[in-house]
DNA sequence: GACATTAATGTCAGCCACTGACAGTTGACA
DNA sequence: TGTCAACTGTCAGTGGCTGACATTAATGTC
């Protein structure tokens, strides 16, 4: 709200000020070691060290290792079901999506960056889509978004999410897509915000045609 | 190949017959520990100690936890591709991925009874979708079938899956799709091999119109 | 049928993620 | 200033998982 603040909401007290700071700093030295050495080659005793914290701390402040990896990850998701939740209600699901998208995409610096460079945070994105045992928490992550997305939807358009498919198949099916966009991002070498924006634009394009029956007469 | 063998290729020596023992009451007791108590609350070692091997010989069967969970999926997945591969070649792609799974359930009997009764399968098959832990490695084993079956409709389609987008697409889409009707049917009480099979097939129904622009003047 | 070869298994020691319990320290607030 | 509550460190322990080495058992050969 507040932008002199540093980020989130109150951070009075003093002890939430250094409740704050402890937890960005294990953020940063998490994300910083893992996109160094990799993820499975970071023990969660390095990450305590570097903050010079204990380990037990560590983990009163993220239930698992998988979490501090996905902090930041947390946030943009925040951001776009914030956009989406104040998108115009006459416009058409799969369109309040998209805008939803990219307008987290373009206020992705100013989300993050109290916290962690947003090019650090871009490494730290590749580096999950190439790690299995992160590749498997953000399975599960996007399918915990699918579910709040498509209610979402469904109260936007008066539907009830648990009688009518439709607004699950459109989110399974924009899920998908997403995942393909992230995934052939983090397998170019284009590491920038502008590629990423770029990727998922075009591939939500084909979203459309790529249901059409037939592939073969089109090009 | 041939029935009258137990399943699988050759199967010729002892020492396959045995190993191959193990490994299937290896899984079978998996499942009915997992069933029964939990998949967390089971240990490797209750597993190994039901079938009287160390807990050392049980990870040189599978190479974590998990993957005893999947087993049977994955002979599941297996015939799946098999019927997709043998899909008539002017089949639209979307009409061969659901007439692939279709017969996949139909033929579940066949595939897996041997090892264990299908009626197991459907209630591990629950648990997985119940248990964050599976469902993290149940994403991620989706995200990679999903690159073979693009690469299969690619190849089908006289295609550059490296190019072009649409089999990336389409398979996430599909797979979203299968998800949400898994999800659905787990969530059920209905655990049948039939009301999965019911599910899916309405599910699919959806495919079309849940990307319409417009929801609110349909029903 | 005895013998060397090779695969499968058991045992043991150890790493790392994660947790509960308890004690010590340090902001908050009257 | 003293009391309370929150935050932290230490310690001991569990469970998943691995490498190294010794043991057992199937296989192929003479």
Redesign the pocket.
């Known amino acids: 709200m507040d932008p002199s603040t540093p980020h989130e909401a109150a951070l009075?007290?003093?002890?939430?000020?250094?409740?704050q700071r402890?937890r960005d700093s294990l953020i940063r030295a998490a994300l910083e070691l893992f996109t160094a050495q990799g993820y499975?080659a970071?023990?969660?005793?390095?990450i305590?060290a570097a903050v010079?914290?204990?380990?037990?701390?560590?983990?009163?402040?993220?239930?698992?290792?998988?979490?501090v990896a996905f902090a930041v990850q947390e946030m943009v998701e925040a951001r776009f079901l914030e956009e989406l939740r104040h998108r115009p209600a006459d416009e058409a699901p799969l369109t309040a999506l998209r805008s939803s998208v990219m307008a987290a995409w373009d206020g992705i610096a100013a989300s993050i960056e109290p916290i962690v460079p947003v090019e650090l945070h871009m490494r730290a994105y590749q580096m999950i889509e190439s790690t299995p045992a992160l590749i498997a928490a953000h399975m599960r992550r996007s399918c915990d978004l699918e579910e709040e997305i498509a209610r979402l939807l469904a109260r936007r358009e008066g539907l009830d999410a648990d009688r009518d498919p439709r607004p699950r198949v459109l989110v399974g099916a924009f899920n998908g897509v997403m995942r393909a966009a992230g995934k052939a991002w983090s397998e170019g070498d284009e590491v920038t915000v502008a590629s990423i924006r770029e990727l998922t634009h075009s591939y939500l394009d084909h979203i459309g045609p790529a249901l059409d029956d037939n592939w073969r007469e089109e090009r």
């Open positions: 009075c007290g003093l002890r939430a000020r250094k409740k402890t499975e970071t023990t969660v005793d390095e305590a010079d914290v204990s380990q037990r701390t560590f983990f009163r402040y993220f239930s698992n290792k998988e979490e």
